[in-house]
C-alpha cells in the first residue's frame, strides 16, 4: 500500500485545503487498486511498438529536436509509481501550492528542478475532484522523472501515450469510465 502525504500546502486554506485532501485521498485509493495496477501493467496501444512514448520533441527555432528518453517496462512504470519519491519506501510525499494567478486552460505545473506542484485557484475551486487528482498525479510523474514534449504541436503520440498523460488518462477512464477521454488503448476499451 502507498500512502500519500501532503508535506506542505501553501495558499491552500478552508474548503480549498479540505478539497485538496479529498483529492489526494482520491488518488491514494485509486493507485493502490488492483484495477489501476492492471490498467498501468497491461498498457498497450496501437502504435509505435505498443508501449509508452519515451520521447521529447522540443522546438528550437524552426528545427524540432528529438530526444530519446530513458525507456521502462511496463512494469518499472508502475513500481517507480508506488515506490513514492521519499526516503520511506512506499510513500508518496506531495509539496502544493495554490497559485493565484491565471493561465487560461492551464490547471497547474511544476518548474523543472523544483519538486513543488503548483495549482491554479480558480480550478483547485472549481475542478472535479477526478480531474484535480488526476492532475496531481500527472505532475507527481514529472517528479519521479518521467517527460513528454513541449507542445503536442509537434508531437501527435504527446497527449495519449507518455506516461504523464497516459497515467493521468487511465485514472480518469477507472473514475469516470470508459467515455473519459478520446485516447485509444488495447488494453482499456
Ligand atoms: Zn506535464
Redesign the pocket.
Known amino acids: 500500500m502507498t500512502k500519500i502525504e501532503i508535506v506542505q500546502a501553501e495558499n491552500y486554506q478552508g474548503e480549498d485545503l479540505e478539497r485538496l485532501k479529498q483529492a489526494i485521498q482520491l488518488l491514494e485509493n485509486t493507485i493502490n487498486s488492483d484495477e489501476f495496477k492492471k490498467a498501468v501493467i497491461d498498457f498497450k496501444t496501437h502504435i509505435d511498438g505498443g508501449t509508452f512514448h519515451f520521447i521529447r520533441k522540443e522546438k528550437k527555432g524552426l528545427r524540432i529536436r528529438t530526444f530519446k528518453l530513458k525507456r521502462y517496462t511496463n512494469t518499472e512504470v508502475l513500481e517507480k509509481i508506488l515506490k513514492g519519491n521519499s526516503q520511506f519506501k512506499n510513500k508518496i510525499e506531495l509539496k502544493l501550492k495554490m497559485e493565484f494567478g491565471d493561465d487560461g486552460d492551464v490547471v497547474g505545473y511544476k518548474k523543472s528542478g523544483s519538486s513543488t506542484i503548483h495549482t491554479y485557484e480558480k480550478f483547485v475551486k472549481n475542478m472535479t475532484l477526478t480531474r484535480f487528482a488526476a492532475h496531481i498525479i500527472?505532475?507527481y510523474c514529472?517528479i519521479i522523472g518521467f517527460e513528454?514534449s513541449s507542445s503536442s504541436k509537434h508531437d501527435k503520440l504527446r497527449d495519449c501515450y507518455s506516461v504523464?498523460?497516459a497515467i493521468h488518462k487511465m485514472l480518469k477512464k477507472i473514475l469516470l469510465g470508459s467515455n473519459a477521454s478520446s485516447c485509444q488503448y488495447l488494453h482499456m476499451k
Do not use: S
Open positions: 500527472h505532475e514529472h513528454h504523464p498523460y
